[in-house]
């Protein structure tokens, strides 16, 4: 699967098969955790239990089945770590897709005191990712917790601050802001707009509800460069409201 399939086909996952992972997946995903770690300087942990057992508790309001592996999103309390933990947490949701692993971003619905996570001072874990097989057939209650969220969906073009229209922009900024819309935020807020003037990209946080949009920025941020790359157009963000992109030709 590439990038940009698992961009189209990733959802929160909030149902999951008994089915545990095989080693040789668990060991793909241990691998890459420890990637992100010299990658991100954050201490993401991943947590596994015995088969039949839970990683982590899940509110049993929004999600079903057990999940056996659960990575811990640990960072510093302020606001470049929540875009660097949004940032990185994000590269690993895509990467657990393309291994044919549901996941989803959860920062309240669960049992803090069920995660032996380790914190260091002036940290905090501000979320955690169950990453599991999806159940085969999803069921009709998380099927209309999803419908019900993504209800709220803000309009393509209304993620975009430019006095071009959406289809003059370049393919490669409308396959960016593409990956945007599909991708996860907290309650679905879509706090994050592109910003093109002058042939510039930078990111905006047109909504700053709770200190959850910063992790939102950062996931804003992969999925732009998803649907960049996709387009042959690689580049690398600033970190930070209003960073901009930069293209490597
Ligand atoms: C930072 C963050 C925190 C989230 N926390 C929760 C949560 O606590 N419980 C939950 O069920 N979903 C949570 N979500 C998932 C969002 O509700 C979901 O991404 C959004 O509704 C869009 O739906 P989709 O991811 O299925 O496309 C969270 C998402 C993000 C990005």
Redesign the pocket.
Known sequence: MTEWEAVEK???C?AYAAQPLDEATLQKLRSYVEELRKASGLPFQLFTAPAGEAAVKLSGA??SGTVSVCAALVGGDDPLSAEKV?YYGQDLVLYATRLGLGT???????DRASVAVTIGDGEKLW?VIPIGYAAQKIPAKQKL??AS??ARDRALEAFVESDVPFSSLPEWVQKGVTAIR???????QQPVNIVYKNGQVSARLWKKAND?VY??LG?AKRQFEAGAVACGMNGQWDWGDGGEFHCCV
Request: proline share 3%.
């Open positions: 990733r959802i929160s909030r929004m999600f949004g989803c971003w959860v920062a309240g619905t669960f979320d917790i999803r969220i993504r599909l991708g996860p935020s907290a309650v679905n959850l992790n939102d996931i």
